[in-house]
């Protein structure tokens, strides 16, 4: 029931956000399960070891993502959060804007509203569509974000993907990294489901609400039953003409 409200939610979004490839570019499916704490947690491990080194989450706190994940504190501090940073704060990075610009051609933007703007969808196939472009600064292109200014950070765990067919209609793993495709496409969905999170983390507590909501409503009916019980039973017996 959750999951579906969620992917219900993540449907009705603008449909009108399309990727930087256009109209026409196949994206995967992506249902976010914000109930998946093992899934997020690993995602949140993924996003700051492979992508907080040129991206910010800046509305995201760690302290929170500590509590919305069910993770320890003190393990968040000992081996997820780098540098002097302290868990009550923001997910921010060092890197200057500036010179990302002039590094990359565009400054990497802040990712935690990436999901919401973009889609999960989006995101998830972006991330598994680099592949091999000798002609592009990175030696890499993106089949739904054309002339990305990003390399691609997640060939070790992928392996490398070359196009084929002549219009780049499939993308080739070439040769192997460090994760199978399946491992990777899970890792991606991790990834993938935590920027879900960071972009909608009040879904998270609705969700909670929520079945608050329908188990007072439980009670409020049976309540609302046993009186209404109550009010007919003198009805039918007549009782309450005697009181008049
Ligand atoms: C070496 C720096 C670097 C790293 C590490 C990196 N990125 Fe990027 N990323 C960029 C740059 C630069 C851009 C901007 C590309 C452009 O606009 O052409 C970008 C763009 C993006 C975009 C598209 C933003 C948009 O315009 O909507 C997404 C999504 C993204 N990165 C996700 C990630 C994720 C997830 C990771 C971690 C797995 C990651 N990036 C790691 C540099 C990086």
């Known amino acids: 029931m959750k999951k579906q409200l969620i992917a219900l939610v993540f449907a009705l979004l603008p449909l009108s956000v ?4 256009g109209a026409n570019i196949h994206l995967d499916d992506f249902t976010p399960d914000l109930s998946d704490k093992a899934s997020l947690q690993n995602g949140m491990r993924l996003f700051i070891d492979n992508c907080m080194g040129c991206h910010s989450a800046q509305y995201q706190r760690y ?4 509590d919305d994940l069910e993770m320890d504190k003190e393990m968040v501090v000992k081996e997820m959060i780098k540098g002097d940073q302290k868990i009550g704060e923001h997910m921010t990075i060092a890197m200057d804007p500036k010179d990302a610009s002039n590094w990359f051609g565009a400054p990497p933007p802040d990712l935690t509203l990436e999901a919401r703007l973009r889609g999960p969808d989006w995101v998830y ?11 592009r600064p ?9 002339d990305v200014g990003m390399p691609n950070v997640l060939a070790t765990m992928q392996g490398v993907q070359v196009c084929k067919g002549e219009n780049c209609e499939e993308l080739e793993l070439k040769s192997a990294g460090t994760m199978s495709p399946e491992e990777f496409d899970k890792a991606m969905y991790d990834l993938t489901n935590f920027m879900a999170y960071m972009a909608e983390p009040s879904k998270m507590v609705s969700g909670t609400i929520g079945t608050y909501v329908l ?22 017996s007549g009782s309450w003409r005697k009181d008049h």
């Open 63 to 66: 302290e929170r993502a500590a």
């Open 215 to 236: 188990i007072f409503l439980a009670i409020l009916f049976v309540f609302a039953y046993f009186l209404k019980k109550e009010y007919w039973r003198d009805v039918y």
């Open 125 to 135: 196939t972006y991330l598994r569509s680099f592949y091999v472009d000798s002609e």
């Open 18 to 21: 399309m990727g930087a490839g």
């Open 138 to 146: 990175w030696g890499v292109n993106n089949k739904v974000f054309p």
